[in-house]
T-cell receptor, first 111, second 113 residues
Framework: DAKTTQPPSMDCAEGRAANLPCNHS???????VYWYRQIHSQGPQYIIH???NNETNEMASLIITEDRKSSTLILPHATLRDTAVYYC????????????FGPGTSLSVIP | DAGVIQSPRHEVTEMGQEVTLRCKPI?????LFWYRQTMMRGLELLIY????????DSGMPEDRFSAKMPNASFSTLKIQPSEPRDSAVYFC???????????FGPGTRLTVL
């Protein structure tokens, strides 16, 4: 699986959009981009995933660049409950869903 | 659905004792994963099963660790003998093979004194 690079920490004002970047310059054509988050003391939670098109669900939007070497997770209106560590992962959707988590980005939403 | 269930939620034991962590995956899921999380090493994959068969145990730190999945609805992670450096939060996750996402349990916080 390709490696990812994320900033270790970010702040965001409550109510504003949080934009979390991820670099995955060695991503291969059949690898998807996944985002998970982990709120303190809880297990990681799936947010969204995509291959090359932008994706949106009730939690967030995922913007993937045309060359697929980077992506951005957007939380459109961040709340205090969005304070968490966000993990960007790239992986092949093979028969076995092995997921490798990096250090992630610690997002702090500030009142 | 109740989600992934783990027990116990907290475990405190003394060095040298055997520890058994338990996981019940989401009904219908056929892949199960055990992770360990520490401040120093982050979230590490220990082992994963597909259709109750261990597929990759390369993340298991040493022979003191063993995992079993006797049926589709139950898995255990055993540490024998336990050591203080095993202190961590242990997560279990499950998914359907192929589709998108892993669902994580609430974790077991293990403290070995």
């Amino acid at each position: 699986d390709a490696k990812t690079t994320q900033p270790p920490s970010m702040d965001c004002a409550e109510g504003r959009a949080a934009n979390l970047p991820c670099n995955h310059s060695t991503i291969s054509g059949n690898e998807y981009v996944y985002w998970y988050r982990q709120i303190h003391s809880q297990g990681p939670q799936y947010i969204i995933h995509g291959l090359k098109n932008n994706e949106t669900n009730e939690m967030a939007s995922l913007i993937i660049t045309e060359d697929r070497k980077s992506s951005t997770l957007i939380l459109p209106h961040a709340t205090l409950r969005d304070t968490a560590v966000y993990y960007c992962i790239v992986r092949i959707k093979t028969s076995y869903d092995k997921v490798i988590f990096g250090p992630g980005t610690s997002l702090s939403v500030i009142p | 659905d109740a989600g992934v269930i783990q027990s116990p939620r907290h475990e405190v034991t003394e060095m040298g004792q055997e520890v058994t962590l338990r996981c019940k995956p989401i009904s219908g899921h056929n892949s199960l994963f055990w992770y360990r999380q520490t401040m120093m090493r982050g979230l590490e994959l220990l082992i994963y099963f597909n259709n109750n068969v261990p597929i990759d145990d390369s993340g298991m730190p040493e022979d003191r660790f063993s995992a079993k999945m006797p049926n589709a609805s139950f898995s255990t992670l055993k540490i024998q003998p336990s050591e203080p450096r095993d202190s961590a939060v242990y997560f279990c996750a499950s998914t359907l093979t192929g589709p998108d996402t892993q669902y994580f349990g609430p974790g077991t916080r293990l403290t070995v004194l």
